[in-house]
């Protein structure tokens, strides 16, 4: 981030910086003068970027509450547009219930703060109204939600799942073992379903009990074991991914051959190893560190042996349903997914784009596997509409949609448009929430070609 601060900054353009970082350290030399958004105030950044270009600086850094109670983030109706029209990234909870040592993201984000089920649910539901035909379900740890408004997960996804249309796909985020292991039955029977992705993000980040204890992980090797095996035996075929850490402080050989062994037991098709690196103000930070050298090497042993086996090996000659959502970083394939998350690379044929096909898989890779379109079947269109076109703004309604398309004057139409409305039921406050951000982007937009 400080390198895009810098450049900006070297081209006179004005910054506003958003997100953790920002939040978590607004001190930091390099964020001197800036403008600076919050993790929950990101709806007001039409009040920032208005500040930012008359050259004045401002800060919003506080939480949003409701009668005292710390709310979950910002709206989920709000304009946005998305990276990929296929795909809709819903944010269930903020903040978490943990305090890990090495951690700096409880200090942005602070303590659970759960999204209504009831506003999570009209979200999707809208998201498959504008074409989307595949939902990522994240936050900081997806098994916490819930727990601070009376709710649970599972209650969630059983609610998500009534609004998922024939073909479409739902994937669920990255968990912590203690807070799955009290829904494993109903998790087992959600991950089943044909609608879900059986997919899930456990982290261990040490096979020590030793380490987890000094990470404050609030969990011990055998509790994850017990979420991986009930997981697999329930849920054949099932995707287990998981992060592991090298060299955090205090890690002994014996420590980290622990880790090895429990790699070598599960051979996960997918494992994120992270070289542990002490970030500033953290209670890590001030413990005695493992030398560089030996975390360099740790990380390199770990790495060849993730790297040393195949995990697809076994399914070529397998006839798979794949749903088609992106392209390929090469652009020579589209990226589609099988019912276990895993990557299956198809002819780029703009018909399978957004769609669910038949494949047979022929090769098998590191990281994904190649399938061929079965001549004879069916492409299944899992959307209910078409998907928005790529930069096109999600969430605005068509009236104000139509007035936008007329130019610059979208944004007195949309006054007009708030007027007539505003004894709607509290549609008033939304469609001015909607007027405000697009005359954000038209502001952005025109800063920039000035400059």
Known sequence: MRIYVQKAQEQNKKVVVAGCVPQAQPRMDYLKGLSIIGVQQIDRVVEVVDEAVKGHSVRLLGQKKDNGKRLGGVRLDLPKIRKNPLIEIISINTGCLNACTYCKTKHARGDLASYPIEELVERARQSFQEGVCEIWLTSEDTGAYGRDIGTDLPSLLWELVKEIPEGCMLRLGMTNPPYILEHLEEMAKILNHPRVYAFLHVPVQSASDSVLMDMKREYCCNDFKCVVDFLKNKVPGITIATDIICGFPGETDKDFQETMELVRKYRFPSLFINQFYPRPGTPAAKMEQVPAQVKKQRTKELSALFHSYNPYDHKVGERQHVLVTEES??????????????????????????????VDIYEAGKHFMRGRPVDDARVFTPSISQPLLKGEVSGIPQKLKESYQNGFHAPLASTALIGQSWRLDGEGLKLLSVGLALLAIVVFFVFEKLH
Not at 337 to 345: A, C, M, R, S, T
């Open 329 to 358: 970083f090469d652009a020579q394939y589209y990226v589609a997914h099988n019912k276990f998350y895993e990557q299956v690379l198809v002819p780029k044929n703009p018909e399978f784009k957004g769609k669910m096909i038949e």
